[in-house]
């Protein structure tokens, strides 16, 4: 058995558990830092960077978006049924955090909007590349990684916490497994979790979210974020607090086919459930988060979107309606080949047909309710009208010769929330008792969204787990001045 001290352990190297550490360093304290994986960053090195608001770059690029105005959005969002005052205290930081990360050395390449009409918040880390994208923001883990280093945080690679050790109802360390299976012991004043929720494991989703992993939900499963650090402070005394999704939208199969998945994402597609019924304005897939949910609540939890070969000459001709950053414009000229290949290597959520009979059978649409639906919506797209007022410059009737359709499902970036804090970031008990030692940040303590992801305050869920764990990692180091 390994025994070890320190002032503060931090569970996980992901960007709350770094950005505790840092915070904590900065103020003289000794840290350890325990990671299951055998690297840091965690989840956040999938992603394109963090939400912060009243900037030096949105000031440059002339968004003028105040805290005010983004505390305002966030709260009539959440109809207040969040935690008025770590929201508070997570946008008021969040600026000062972006100023933090560049005098490490982190570089941002611009601030983006995830669709239009959300808010220019989304602080897209430059890569080494220099072309942001998908995973841009690893390099600033790596750069968080060596400036906790730089300050004497001593980071423990695939080493897993299993358990919070208690004295006295406060923490006062962390057990722990390491490499070799050996039990590591470390002792400290305090405890700070973030280990990134549940995303990997499919029994908690089905208890706490209701999902059947790979039958009603697609998220992405980051390996190793199995719920340890909810369950380790649930033991500890933790209170339990709301858990959630961030849901999205996908096909399965196609997460790294933009080429035939982006063109169905599109405001002309036609979107129906298996009743071959419409269920959304299609010009909100661009908002996840809403088509995800309108999604949850279909017979299945699936719909379809479809389009035809005369929408896809439109689009080849003239480009798509809807690009982002995460979907970025894809060259359409050899989209049936690309779908073509999905399907004969066995995608059963693509398809294509020469009549809507054939596409209903192929994709287990009720076939009369989409032939109705779609003679009902092509008469929209003659008058105009639409029953769920899309606009018009985006209803183009489906007339064939070729149709294509994807089966498309929830999907998800992790979970959100388990453990109770307050606006500190201390672990309170389910009676709102704050547990002396005991701190927690990022994923597994997000419960500020309410039902819905703040997708209209892009890079929400990294914004958070910086800035919780920021503030973990300052108030664990005053705490343990106090002792
Ligand atoms: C594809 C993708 C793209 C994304 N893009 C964005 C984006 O652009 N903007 C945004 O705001 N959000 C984005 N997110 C979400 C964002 O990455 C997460 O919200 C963020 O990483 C959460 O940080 P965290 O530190 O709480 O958890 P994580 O990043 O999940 O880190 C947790 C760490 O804890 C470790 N750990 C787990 N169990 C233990 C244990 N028992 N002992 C020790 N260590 C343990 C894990 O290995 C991991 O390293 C994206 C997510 C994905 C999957």
């Not at 979970?415 to 005991?438: S, Y």
Request: charged share 25%; net charge negative; with cysteine.
């Amino acid at each position: 058995m390994a025994s070890l001290d320190t002032d503060i352990v931090v569970v996980g190297g992901g960007p709350a558990g770094l950005a505790a550490s840092i915070a904590a360093a900065e103020m003289g304290a000794g840290v350890i830092v325990l990671e299951k994986a055998s690297t840091t960053g965690g989840a956040g090195n999938m992603g394109m960077g963090p939400f912060a608001v009243e900037t030096k770059l949105q000031r440059k690029r002339l968004v003028g978006l105040t805290r005010e105005e983004a505390f305002k959005k966030f709260m009539d969002y959440t109809h207040w049924r969040v935690d008025a005052r770590l929201v508070k205290a997570y946008i008021d930081k969040s600026s000062s955090t972006i100023d933090w990360l560049e005098d490490m050395g982190v570089e941002f390449f611009d601030v983006a909007r995830y669709f239009p009409g959300s808010e220019a918040t989304w602080h897209i880390v430059k890569p080494a590349t220099g072309e942001p994208g998908p995973r841009a923001a690893s390099i600033m883990f790596r750069l968080m990684t060596e400036r906790a280093e730089e300050l004497g945080v001593k980071i423990i690679v695939e080493t897993a916490a299993q358990k919070i050790i208690m004295d006295n109802g406060r923490a006062a360390g962390v057990e722990a497994v390491g490499k070799d299976g050996e039990t590591v012991h470390v002792k400290a004043a305090a405890v700070i979790i973030a280990t990134g929720g549940f995303g990997d494991n499919t029994d908690m989703i089905r208890q706490y979210l209701g999902y059947e992993w790979g039958k009603d939900l697609f998220s992405f499963r980051i390996p190793g974020l199995i719920g340890d650090g909810i369950k380790m402070a649930w033991e500890a005394g933790a209170g339990e607090s709301p858990i959630n999704i961030e849901v999205i939208y996908g096909i399965p199969g196609l997460q790294d086919s933009y080429l035939t998945d982006v063109p169905f994402r599109q405001p002309a597609t036609l979107w129906v459930n298996l009743a071959g019924e419409r269920f959304i304005n299609e010009e909100l897939t661009e908002n996840t988060t809403w088509t995800g949910n309108a999604l949850v609540i279909q017979q299945n939890r699936c719909g379809f979107s479809i389009f035809d070969s005369s929408i896809l000459k439109h689009y080849q001709k003239n480009g798509l309606d809807l690009m982002s950053m995460v979907h970025p414009h894809v060259p359409l000229d050899k989209f049936e080949d690309e779908l073509q290949k999905h399907i004969d290597e066995g995608n059963k959520n693509v398809f294509m047909a020469d009549s809507l009979e054939e596409l209903a059978a192929k994709a287990g649409i009720d076939a009369e309710g989409l032939a109705e639906t779609v003679s009902e919506y092509n008469r929209g797209c003659a008058s105009g009208e639409d029953m769920f007022y899309k606009r018009k410059k985006f209803l183009k009737p489906l007339k064939g010769p070729r149709y294509y359709a994807g089966k498309v499902y929830p999907g998800g970036y992790g979970t959100l929330g388990g453990v109770k804090i307050n606006h500190k970031t201390e672990v309170l008990t389910k009676d709102f008792q704050v547990i002396p030692g005991l701190y927690a940040a990022g994923t597994d303590a997000c419960s500020i969204y309410g039902d819905s992801y703040v997708f209209i305050l892009p890079g929400n869920t990294m914004g958070f787990a910086l800035n919780s764990g920021r503030m973990a990692g300052e108030n664990a180091a005053k705490y343990k001045d106090t002792l």
